[in-house]
């Protein structure tokens, strides 16, 4: 018996040589094309040695999975990582330099939503492979993820990520789950500040506030829309966020919401509980996701993850 | 001390000026000769460097008949050919119709604030614009969207309305036509205005529309705009000798036997044809419409013979400077390239307005 589980032991690790020696499996590109996040079906003819990407969230996804060697072309504001601004810049947001694009060749370009109605059809009509990612909601940059990694010939580093990140949600939602509604501070994230403007419901934040723990005052909004003073002051909210680190006069929304005197009334202020995030981590749907949502938990229940 | 001249007297001196009529011929050689020039410059130029030698031998290429070994990449005729070339003949195109459409509305409206936006053409493109970037679903056929679509009939739907507005039985009264175009371009206004605000993540799409651009120019796109250009522009031309008579008062201009009615809701279809057009893919444009007829104007006088074709040209010259200055500036990042037309047209028009300090004719 002892023989025999040896022998069966033996067994298996012939079998993981062979697959040491044999072609790692997931270098090669799915047949039928895959799906992107926009329904397009996109071909590619191998795995993709030169990518552009043309959002700062796709370039820090391409970087999280290794890809940093492939990437030959970025945008002005990919900040993140480091290695990301080496990297040729191809325009704007939503400016695509589209003769930068050509001359780099690329056999990979990583659009967004936002690219849909223009550069998107301008790239493919000069023969250009492009995949859209269009990431809203926390599962959907899981997903986006998993969709690169496919794509790229990166299945396991992207599965990796993946399991991570949900692991950490998951650290984060074990203890806001069992909170009862009067547990859930009332929450106001404001993205700007003239005109005053919020996430309303369907956005990330607001979802990041929920799983947080938290009850954003916008929830009857809808994305990002803008919001009266009346309407903040009447919500009285116990937690006041900013998202700042956005271009020039980044931290005014944060200095607002600090010393607007007709905002000096509300709990959040009384109570001195007023913070600012980068938006850079909180705004973009890469996999730096997850650590702004440690973050809102840590702003929104400190009691609950001050140890973390 | 007494005078003392040598030579001929002043009176017999020879007038060293050409006929008005050579000169202005000569004027349309020249700029035909320049727009041709210009294409080719501005096409060498962009934000990824390639060898001036390269371009030409590339061009050259195209030519019937010419057939040059190629020592250039693929990647490299891809950017000439099909980015470069397109938006530099696009941004003719749009050029040369804005500033025809421009002087022919001043002409026929007698009135020098005159510009191809006048009568509702740009805010109704607008809001077909807008209404088309809300719509849930995607459309596409003939190499373009459902956008440039939905603008060109907002253009034309829209001065059709203030076309039947403004209609007196069988005349259209000027100052009506032009007061209901305003009115109603301001109503079209604030209802973009509406939808952008309630637009969410597709406001950027619309910021950047409504802001004008030549960024993704296409052969396609050219392919739509041009028979549009092409009509309106020779039914235009036909009828430069008409205009010339209606810069009299209308009444005169029915006695010279000119039918008035007639002529101008022919220009006026026509003018607005080639401004939708242009319109519908590129945005709107400001600046180019309202001042190249008035410097081509205060250069080579106010013959509509003259004046339609010069404006056409030069037209077609400024705007394609004006966007390679848009694109190359700042590259890669683009300025918008009714920003440019503003900061270049209007100091040149106010130096000609210095310069030559005569009366404008309109």
Sequence with gaps: MKKRLCYFGLLIALFGLLAACAPPAQETVPSGGVTDQLGRTVELDGIPQRIVSLAPSNTE??????????????????????????????????????????????DLILAT??????ALRALENRGLTVFALDPTTLDEVLEAIGLVGEITGKVEEAAGLVNDMKERMSAVTEKTDSLSPEQKPRVFFITWHDPLMTP??????DELIQMAGGVNIARDLTSYADISLEAVIEADPEVMIAGVGMGAGDDLPAQFIRTEPRLGGTD???????????????????????GALEEFARLIHPELFAGD | MTPYRTGPSLT??????????????????????????????????????????????????????????STWQSTTETIILSIRLPRVILAGIVGAALSIAGATYQGLFRNPLADP???????????????????????????????????????????????????VGKTIPVTTLILAGVALGALCSSIVSYLIITSGDKMHGIMFWLMGSFSLSEWSEVR?????FITGVTIILLYARSLNVMQLDEEQAQQLGVDVEKVKRILLAAATLITAAAVSFVGTIGFVGIIIPHI??????????????LSLLSGAVFLILADLVARTALAPMEIPVGVITAICGAPFFLYILRRKRKVVFF
């Design chain 1, 200 to 205: 309303g419901s369907g956005t990330r934040h």
């Design chain 2, 296 to 309: 081509v104007r205060l250069i080579w006088g106010p013959d509509y013979r003259f004046l339609l074709p």
């Design chain 1, 268 to 290: 959040a202020r009384r109570n001195d509980r007023v913070y600012e995030v980068d938006v850079d981590i909180a705004g973009r749907p890469g996999p730096r996701i997850v």
């Design chain 2, 224 to 228: 739509v705009v041009l028979p549009y």
């Design chain 2, 117 to 167: 936006y006048l009568i509702g053409v740009a805010q109704g493109a607008a809001l077909g614009a807008v209404i088309g970037f809300s719509l849930p679903f995607q459309w596409q056929g003939a190499g373009f969207g459902i956008i440039p679509l939905l603008a060109f009939t907002g253009a034309l739907v829209t001065v059709f309305v203030v076309y039947n507005l403004s209609r």
């Design chain 2, 12 to 69: 017999e001196l020879p007038v060293p000026v050409l006929p008005q009529r050579r000169r202005r011929i000569y004027a349309i050689i020249g700029l035909l000769a320049a727009l041709g020039g210009v294409i080719v410059f501005a096409t060498t130029l962009g934000s990824v460097q390639i060898p001036f030698t390269t371009t030409f031998r590339l061009l050259l290429d195209q030519m019937p008949g010419v057939d040059i070994a």
């Design chain 1, 61 to 106: 996804i391409l970087f999280a999975l290794g890809l940093d060697d492939r990437v030959v072309g970025v945008t002005e504001y990919c900040n993140y990582p480091e290695a990301a601004k080496d990297k040729e810049v191809i325009g704007g947001f939503n400016t695509v330099d589209l003769e930068r694009v050509v001359a780099l060749s690329p």
């Design chain 1, 113 to 118: 939503s936002m690219h849909e109605d223009e």
